[in-house]
């Protein structure tokens, strides 16, 4: 799969904003049946979303085309997703999950749909908001062990968590997060590579700001995240950018890489006066994957 650096929300209710999508420069659009869109909305928002699916078949398809359905508990998982999975998404965003077992039951709704609309088994993805309920930072381990074929990645939400333990905010008066959402985010970062899968940082939501948003993104790549959600288009380029290897990083993994290659027997050598062993060779090689992806 291709990489997944941006990930554009965009209301599945708003057909001004879902006429941006082709143009958005996102890695991928999730289109949201969810929370932007208000309840008296929804049926209107699965017809308008369905339509835009139809007219951009999976085969040639700029962007890759996410949905994000609504939870279990609310009752309308199924209408969103028959309304949808027919038309081939890329994946399906699954909110408000406690864990692999979440997704395994959505996974199984998939199954049928798909083999219902003669679609090839498997092929749409899942990415579920791991961290939404109090219970779901607990279980997030257990996403290594669960076998789950459709699981493409994993992100975290702040909003939502933060209401589910009655918090006022997420945010300390410096802009870094509370204790509670460092340690689920840390949390997300870990599970997802022990899955490996996608590890996807949450939303920034002042999309004014782009130098916080910048720094805060590149920060988050250095940490091992993969790339992040955005719900303005001007967040992609910003995100985008800091989501891909620098010409400096894809130079020295480029150095790095022929250095070993140089000296296949050798398991540590120095370059310009540091040491690098196989743990850089391995993140050398990452970095050039990631750089050729990205620029595909
Ligand atoms: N997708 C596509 N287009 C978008 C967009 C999005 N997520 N957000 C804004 N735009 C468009 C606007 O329609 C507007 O178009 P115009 O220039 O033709 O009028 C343009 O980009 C500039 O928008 P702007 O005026 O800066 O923002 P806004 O006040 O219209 O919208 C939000 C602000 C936050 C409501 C909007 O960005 C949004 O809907 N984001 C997604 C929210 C979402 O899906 N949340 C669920 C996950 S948390
Ligand atoms: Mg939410």
Partial sequence: MKPLRSLLFIPGDSEKKLAKADASGADAVILDLEDAVA?????????????????????GRKVQVWVRVNPFDTG??????????????????????DGPDDVERM???????????GLEHGAIKIIPVATETAIAPFNLGEFAYADLDRLAGLSWGAEDLAAAV??????????????????????????AHAAGVAAIDTLYADFRDEEGLRAE???GRAEGFTG????????????????SPSEQE?????????????QPDTGTI?????????PHLKGARTTLQLHEASKA
């Fill in 270 to 278: 120095g370059i310009d006066g540091k040491m690098y062993d196989i």
């Fill in 217 to 219: 993104s590149r920060l």
């Fill in 228 to 243: 992040r959600l955005v719900i303005h288009p001007a967040q992609v380029a910003p995100v985008n950018e800091s989501f």
């Fill in 39 to 59: 309840p008296a909305n929804k049926p209107a928002a699965r017809k308008l979303v369905a339509e835009f699916l139809k007219a951009r078949p999976k085969l």
């Fill in 76 to 97: 309308m998982t199924l209408e969103d997703l028959v309304a949808v999975v027919g038309h081939e998404p890329d994946g399906i965003m699954q909110p408000k999950t």
């Fill in 166 to 191: 009655g918090g006022q905010g997420n945010r300390m008066p410096d802009g870094s997060w509370m204790y509670t959402y460092q340690m689920v985010r840390a949390q997300v970062l870990l599970a």
């Fill in 107 to 117: 996974s199984h709704y998939i199954d049928a749909l798909e083999a219902q609309a």
């Fill in 250 to 262: 894809v130079v020295m993994a480029r150095k790095i890489v022929a250095a070993f290659e140089a």
